[in-house]
């Protein structure tokens, strides 16, 4: 499986974005999926995560609430929706791949893995 993420941007605090997943593989409906991030001068944190049919997902407790994670295997691509978006958000954002829903940590361990994109919220 083989991922790219897109979507990021310059956005002003309280606006919205939305960072796509692509997925090629005809795997990929199977997998989970972990969206990830990484602050300048920070470890990479779990963000949110959804299960290969979609029925399970989960946040971190500080983007509960304002990201909604969602994904559609006909088109190979999971979704960040980025809503009430703060400074301290600003991040480069990766999505990766598993068998298992991640629910924490910097996402080691996971299989699959795509080159991040910048999201940078300015206050």
């Known amino acids: 499986v083989q991922l790219q993420a897109s979507g990021g941007g310059l956005v002003q605090a309280g606006g919205s974005l939305r960072l796509s997943c692509a997925a090629s593989g005809h795997t990929f409906s199977s997998y989970a999926v972990g969206w990830f991030r990484q602050a300048p001068g920070k470890e990479r944190e779990f963000v949110a995560a959804?299960?290969?049919?979609?029925?399970?997902?989960r946040y971190a407790n500080s983007v509960k609430g304002r990201f909604t994670i969602s994904r559609d295997n006909t088109k190979n691509t999971v979704y960040l929706q980025l809503n009430s978006l703060k400074p301290e958000d600003t991040a480069v954002y990766y999505c990766?791949?598993?068998?298992?829903?991640?629910?924490?940590?910097?996402?080691?361990?996971?299989?699959?893995w795509g080159k991040g994109t910048l999201v940078t919220v300015s206050s």
């Open positions: 990766a791949a598993d068998l298992t829903v991640p629910a924490s940590g910097s996402g080691y361990g996971m299989d699959f």
């Open positions: 959804i299960s290969w049919s979609g029925g399970v997902t």
